[in-house]
């Protein structure tokens, strides 16, 4: 039997999955990342080979964060310092001998949304991820949009009218003032607030909701989209409230251009993963 293999390298964990050519995952693992690429790299091709066995890899795809060049497979993911410059593509294909794609998380993310939970056939299709940092994919009748010279769109990355009891607090790792991650991301909400977003109180989730909405607002005047999804920790964590009072606030102001639907992944965690399954399976369009 053959086998597609799905990576998610996150920001504090790695998950490995193998799979059928239907994209049914077949064996998965699960690991804690560490502080040093070459242990980093000594787990994932460790997963793959447990996950793989003595099957042959007929194709292999990942996610991680950005920034990265999509076509060449150089990465080097704002959240994990010890990562910089990584040829990842050149290593893994090497080592593996297979064909090996390598891409944003939310652009992979919002492939496997599309593929795999039921947002098919939706022309404009926006995914969002809110976890250790925030990240957004959006797709054109089922590909990736990319800026000039590939860039990724950066929907994390936009300033926003925000309210925040700390101000003092909101830092971006990018560098830019009053970005959108510095205010929902999980590193953001620990800054502002001194604790993890499984511990805030209803009035600072109102808060976080509040400066989400405000996103979500511009997203929907400059992208249009028919349908925005919205996976990771702290947003599964926030649960249906939390989205929908963030749509409150989007819906409060917006006046020109019409609301999209918004809700909660339909995969939960594993949206980035199956996302890398079927970008294995099917490629990257070039």
Not at 19 to 41: H, M, V
Not at 255 to 274: H, I, R
């Amino acid at each position: 039997m053959s086998i597609y293999i799905g990576l998610d390298i996150g920001g504090t964990k790695f998950m490995v999955a193998a799979a059928n050519e239907s994209g049914q995952i077949l064996r998965r693992l699960r690991a804690a990342t560490s502080t040093s690429l070459e242990q980093d790299l000594a787990t994932l091709n460790q997963m793959i080979a447990e996950v793989a066995g003595e099957e042959k890899i007929l194709g292999m795809g990942a996610a991680i964060g950005g920034p990265l060049d999509w076509q060449r497979g150089i990465v080097s993911p704002l959240h994990q310092p010890a990562w910089r410059d990584v040829p990842l593509k050149d290593w893994m294909t090497g080592r593996w001998g297979c064909p090996f794609w390598v891409d944003v998380d939310t652009n992979i993310a919002a492939l496997g949304e599309y593929t795999f939970g039921n947002a098919g056939g939706v022309e404009r299709f926006l995914y969002l991820t809110l976890s250790t940092g925030m990240g957004g994919g959006f797709l054109v009748d089922g590909q990736i949009y990319r800026g000039m010279n590939g860039a990724h769109p950066e929907a994390a990355h936009q300033a926003v009218h925000f309210r925040c009891a700390n101000p003092q607090a909101v830092q971006c790792e990018c560098g830019a003032p009053d970005c959108l991650e510095a205010l929902v991301s999980g590193n953001g909400i620990r800054r502002i607030y001194g604790k993890p977003a499984e511990e805030l109180s209803a009035a600072e989730w109102d808060e976080v909701a509040y400066n989400l909405g405000q996103g979500l607002r511009n997203l929907a005047v400059l992208y249009t989209p028919d349908l925005i999804r919205i996976g990771g920790g702290v947003a599964v964590g926030g649960g249906p409230a939390f989205i929908q009072r963030a749509c409150q606030v989007m819906e409060a102001h917006l006046k020109l251009t019409p609301a999209p639907q918004v809700s909660l992944s339909d995969l939960g965690y594993d949206t980035a993963l199956v996302g890398a399954i079927a970008v294995a399976i099917h490629g990257l369009e070039q």
